[in-house]
């Protein structure tokens, strides 16, 4: 599995948990708001030195009574055929893992979870799930395929006993209130509204973008229509 970037202590990124947090390389999507982008573009990519494989493993093992859990992310983790086996070796060690993912490889998903090797799972919800919204956020490549696969990703998810969350980074004017109600009202459990940061993003063109303010995403909590989803801020 390609290695991109490995951060040896987060208190934020598995809830309730000290975890290390691995960053795989190669991305199917090309988000604008992105802030890995070197984990994403393939130019950048290439500049950005793999981390040994082993050398994580080793530092997971010797650090495993400090440590309650690893958070594996990207770029999108699933695109890599060997990460049921690279879990399965971080499971050895006693630790959570949490998967971040963007939903397009349901397969890899539900092996993963039926196999018991992730104790979380946070989807990414780019917008309402309809595939000329999502290409304004992901870039034209986006298929029909791939938006199947991401109903089929959240239905495992709607099956399963893990625990999960959906989040969705909102950024005006490309999202509307009328947007998150759409999106809101299609999904259940912990639904988190994350602000746009503009600080190191893919696309660095992008003018005229910006973040809901606090009172606008606290509004949106308190209103909420849907009793199947409890939404959530989670501010920068």
């Known amino acids: 599995m390609r290695v991109g970037g490995f951060l040896k202590q987060s208190l934020i990124d598995f ?4 975890a290390s947090v691995i960053f795989t390389s190669g991305c199917n999507f090309r988000c604008f708001y992105c802030h890995n982008p070197e984990l994403v573009l393939p130019e950048l990519i290439q500049e950005n030195l793999y981390i040994d494989n082993n050398e994580v493993l080793e530092y997971l093992d010797k650090n495993k009574d400090l440590l309650d859990a690893v958070v594996i ?11 049921p086996n ?10 959570s893992v949490k998967l971040d993912t963007n939903g397009t490889n349901p397969e890899m998903l539900n092996n993963l979870i039926k196999n018991g090797l992730l104790d979380f799972v946070a989807m990414d919800i780019k917008s309402p799930l ?10 034209e490549q986006f ?4 938006l199947e696969r ?12 893990i625990k999960f969350e959906f989040r ?13 109600r759409e999106m809101a009202g299609s999904l259940f459990g912990n639904y988190y509204l994350q602000e746009f940061n503009s600080t190191k993003i893919l696309n660095t063109n992008c003018e005229n973008l910006y973040s809901f ?24």
């Not at 005006?172 to 947007?179: A, E, L, N, Q």
């Open 150 to 161: 991401i109903f089929e990703s959240i239905q495992h998810i709607k099956q399963s006993d």
């Open 143 to 146: 298929s029909f395929i791939q």
């Open 168 to 180: 969705t980074t909102l950024v005006k004017p490309v999202h509307s209130v009328h947007d998150i």
């Open 213 to 236: 303010n606090s009172q606008e995403l606290n509004e949106l909590q308190i209103n909420n229509l849907n009793e199947k989803v409890d939404i959530k801020i989670r501010s920068n």
């Open 73 to 83: 992310t990207g770029g999108e983790p699933t695109l890599h055929s060997d990460l």
């Open 15 to 18: 809830p309730g948990n000290i």
């Open 130 to 139: 309809k595939i000329s919204k999502y290409r304004e956020i992901v870039g």
């Open 86 to 95: 690279y879990i399965k070796q971080i499971k050895l060690l006693g630790l």
